[in-house]
């Protein structure tokens, strides 16, 4: 650093060692401090703190440049450091990987919120391993963009915020169809481990979700895990949340077999609000984001949408441009129970090639989808079992209804719906905006 641009380095060391000096002595002299001044004083430590690490990244990026910790004996910049008075192997390790990021030129964005410090040298580190996991993945055009949402996600969130913010820049600025290619192989690691006994009379099972299996098991136990008082009593529910949720679980799935048992379908008891773009719903880009339960902010990739819009308890909220709900998506869209026992009686099974899931497993399905304008009535409905109703929106089949069967078309990108649906009407809710999912920025298009 020369004399025009601020201090030199002799001058920067001269009053590190008068600080480091002062700072020894501090449990001395608090008490000198006004009480009023205290919180201030320990603002100003910190932004101390983060500077001084600002600086040892800019010292051991400088002496690798120059080939100090190359010559040194020391085996790796992570110990070149640990030999200079880090003691933290941890702090070390992060010190050495935010020196590579000042010697990348692409990654200008964050060496230079290194520098200023308004990005924690942790945080930094973890921008940088997130940037380049979906860099080769985005759209042309659109690094800059990420790289910038990453750096100010993370400034404001930390290392949390950003790895959150991975499935939003996939859906939002990827190439297309990699945000529902994402999730399905998210889809093939879903699990139930088979039950291991903890004690006598208890059982322990371990479960694997992905983002849509997480939105409806949240969904479907929402009501049921609330607190509850006592009804006579009326004192209040000591249940612990994980004892809660786990007996809604049970509850949720012993209402299930009971109906099943009578042969009919389970009545809904909760629902799963999903918030997506009109444009997105009908282009298949982007994402639906849930809301109104634990699993708030989780993204679901259209098709999904689409395909929980046949025949499930979900209510979409279509947006416009604006944000403002277009149409809120009433249940008169789902099929009956009386059609549905039509169904099971003209299909007996999941209609898709060689599948002979029973009839009462399966979906309804809208040939013509519900969000495409199709109708609600037994010439443009099919039963499909739940993995054969995901295969069908992902790789976009279309089947047709003839002479009592259904007739599926087995090439990807098959379905051409013949119409788009009516305008929305405007809603009596259209003042309302849904949260953010989480913490996530609006979406910039490229």
């Given at each position: 650093m020369n004399s025009t641009s601020g201090a030199s380095v002799a001058d920067i060391r001269e009053h590190a060692a008068a600080l480091s000096a002062g700072l020894k002595t501090l449990h001395t002299n608090i008490f000198r401090c006004p009480t009023g001044e205290l919180g201030e004083f320990l603002s100003e430590l910190a932004e101390l703190r983060a500077l001084a690490g600002a600086a040892s990244v800019i010292v051991t990026a400088d002496a690798e440049t120059r080939g100090v910790v190359e010559a040194s004996q020391s085996a790796s910049t992570r110990g070149w450091i640990a030999e200079h008075g880090w003691h933290s192997r941890r702090e070390a390790t992060t010190i050495a990987k935010a020196a590579h990021i000042l010697r990348r030129p692409e990654l200008a964005e964050i060496a230079d919120s290194i520098r200023t410090a308004d990005l924690d040298l942790p945080t930094a580190v973890v921008v940088q391993g997130e940037y380049d996991k979906l860099a080769p993945e985005l759209l042309p055009g659109a690094h800059?963009?990420?790289?910038?949402?990453?750096?100010?996600?993370?400034?404001?969130?930390?290392?949390?915020?950003?790895?959150?913010?991975?499935?939003?820049?996939?859906?939002?600025?990827?190439?297309?169809?990699?945000?529902?290619?994402?999730?399905?192989?998210?889809?093939?690691?879903?699990?139930?481990?088979?039950?291991?006994?903890?004690?006598?009379?208890?059982?322990?099972?371990?479960?694997?979700?992905?983002?849509?299996g997480l939105s409806i098991l949240e969904a479907a136990i929402q009501t049921l895990a609330a607190p509850r008082p006592d009804a006579e009593t009326k004192e209040r529910d000591n249940r612990p949340a994980d004892r809660r949720r786990g007996e809604a679980l049970i509850e949720a799935l012993r209402r299930s077999v009971l109906a099943q048992g009578q042969g009919v379908t389970a009545a809904p008891t909760a629902t799963l609000n999903v918030t997506m773009n009109l444009d997105d719903l009908q282009q298949r880009t982007g994402a639906g984001t849930c809301t109104g339960t634990i699993a708030d902010g989780t993204l679901l990739a259209p098709d999904t949408v689409r395909k929980l819009a046949c025949d499930a308890t979900i209510i979409p909220l279509v947006l416009g441009a604006d944000g403002a709900v277009l149409d809120c998506g009433k249940e008169q869209r789902l099929f009956t129970l009386a059609q549905k026992r039509v169904l099971w009686a003209?299909?007996?099974?999941?209609?898709?090639?060689?599948?002979?899931?029973?009839?009462?497993?399966?979906?309804?399905?809208?040939?013509v989808h519900w969000v495409d304008g199709g109708p609600t009535d037994l010439d443009n409905a099919a039963l499909l079992c739940p993995a054969h109703h995901t295969i069908v929106h992902r790789d976009e089949l279309s089947g047709e209804g003839t002479a009592g069967q259904v007739i599926w078309d087995r090439r990807p990108g098959s379905y051409r719906p013949t119409r788009r649906p009516d305008p929305p009407c405007e809603s009596a809710a259209s003042e309302f905006r849904p949260p953010a999912p989480r913490s996530v920025p609006t979406p910039l298009r490229t």
């Open positions: 800059p963009i990420v790289l910038k949402q990453l750096v100010n996600h993370g400034a404001e969130h930390g290392p949390r915020g950003v790895r959150e913010l991975r499935q939003w820049i996939i859906a939002h600025h990827s190439k297309p169809d990699e945000f529902a290619d994402f999730q399905d192989r998210c889809r093939r690691h879903i699990s139930l481990s088979s039950p291991t006994e903890t004690s006598t009379g208890l059982h322990e099972y371990r479960l694997v979700v992905d983002n849509e003209r299909d007996r099974h999941c209609t898709f090639p060689g599948c002979d899931i029973p009839a009462q497993w399966c979906d309804a399905h809208h040939l």
